[in-house]
């Protein structure tokens, strides 16, 4: 870690694109040119440097902008999603995204990264973005960003630091990725790829035999009586296996209909719109806000526990089987999927003895644990590498 606080003793204040340059590399035909990746926004996840997925050039592509090895790929477009990766391949990627390198030999290229992800770095590429429903920033205005350069010695030392803390996230992630992929191959020995047949020969049910399928509450309708306000669920709390509970929103209803939209401990929640690959998707309440009613683009699915434990439904929806069953039913228009109550009670369920069911779900549900343990240790490293970054721009302690 950093042993002392960071002397600005040295240091000069310059401009980013004083030290940076924008790559202007092209292609216009990436496969011809033997460019087999493609790298779009949706493959940079947030506060992981390394581009872990891609697509097939093979297949096609608009996109021209060239990129390396070594190269800073930073997303303009909806700046505050904080994308930003080192390229370790090359290809082409997305307009949407700048490829960074530093412009001489005055900044180095290790540090160029860390550099992006800082606040203030991220706060003036927000600030200085245009457009409302997809706010991009430019050139010019990043190039204007004004922070404090090291010398060279002090950049030596902070990249070491910053790089081992990096390794360390690294390394963490390489190994949530293999839980996943164990997680993965659980369910598909367990349920099958294909829709309506399962390795183990269990007679599929429609799940509205095994559970109540409960609809959530519309928002905007009127009152006519004493009302109360109270958390409700959307869909944007109801992620693949888990909840996020960081912003719940209140609702308004009528008393008297608080009790037909409460959530109960055990019930499985379902997601009846959004993104295709997010339809369906299951995660069980375990009330973890006392009192909470449900939307109505997230359906409730209260089963009967002797027939159907909750978290076996849940597996199921979030494997291979379950979601095929959804995008294979689902209605959609230019960029959304929806899959209505129907479709949900009609989706078949193996009807596997409650006892198999809770004896499966032992093994199923510790990989579960240690990936979530997984990803708590890997938060953690996240915030306390990120303020060594900052401390080391601002030297702010």
């Known amino acids: 870690m950093l042993e002392r606080p960071v002397s600005k003793a040295g240091w000069t204040r310059v401009a980013f694109g004083d030290v940076v340059r924008l790559s202007k590399a092209r292609v216009s035909d990436p496969e011809d040119a033997g460019i087999e990746r493609v790298v779009g926004l949706e493959h940079i996840e947030p506060g992981d440097l390394r581009i872990r997925r891609w697509g097939d050039a093979g297949g096609g592509t608009t996109f021209t902008t060239l990129f390396k090895p070594g190269q800073v790929l930073f997303g303009k477009r909806r700046a505050y999603q904080r994308k930003v990766a080192v390229a370790d391949f090359e290809g082409v990627c997305s307009g949407d995204i700048y490829v ?20 203030a770095f991220f706060d003036h590429a927000v600030g200085t973005s245009a457009g409302s429903l997809s706010p991009r920033t430019n050139w010019t205005s990043l190039a ?88 409700y669920l959307s869909v944007a709390n109801v992620k693949d296996g888990s909840l996020d509970l960081s912003a719940v929103k209140d609702i308004t209803v009528e008393s008297n209909r608080v009790q037909r939209y409460s959530l109960q401990a055990g019930d499985v929640l379902m997601t009846e719109g959004g993104d295709l690959d997010k339809l369906g998707r299951g995660t069980v309440w375990q009330a973890e806000i006392p009192v909470c009613l449900h939307q109505n683009h997230v359906f409730a699915v209260r ?47 193996p009807a596997a003895p409650i006892v198999e069911q809770r004896k499966w779900l032992e093994t199923y549900q510790e990989i579960r644990r240690q990936g979530g343990q997984l990803s708590e240790r890997i938060e953690k490293l996240r915030a306390v590498t990120k303020r060594i970054v900052e401390v080391g721009f601002t030297n702010v302690i």
Do not use: H
């Open 100 to 119: 960074l390198e530093p412009a001489n030999d005055r900044l180095m290229p290790e540090l160029l990264p860390f550099l992006c992800q800082t606040d």
């Open 144 to 231: 204007g960003f004004e922070f404090l350069l090291p010398p060279i010695q002090e950049q030596s030392r902070l990249v070491e630091v910053y790089t081992a803390s990096n390794s360390a996230i690294e390394s963490l992630l390489d190994a949530g990725i293999e839980l996943d992929k164990l997680e993965m191959s659980l369910l598909l020995a367990k349920f099958g790829a294909k829709y309506g047949k399962n390795p183990d020969g269990y007679d599929l049910l429609p799940l509205a035999q095994l559970a109540e399928i409960r609809t959530g509450l519309a928002k905007g309708k009127p009152c006519s009586s004493e009302t109360i306000d109270l958390p």
């Open 303 to 349: 089963t009967d526990r002797s027939l159907l434990d909750p978290w076996f439904l849940a597996a199921l929806a979030r494997s291979v089987y379950g979601k095929s069953y959804f995008r294979k039913c689902a209605k959609r228009s230019s960029n959304l999927a929806s899959i209505n109550k129907a479709q949900v009670s009609a989706f078949l369920v």
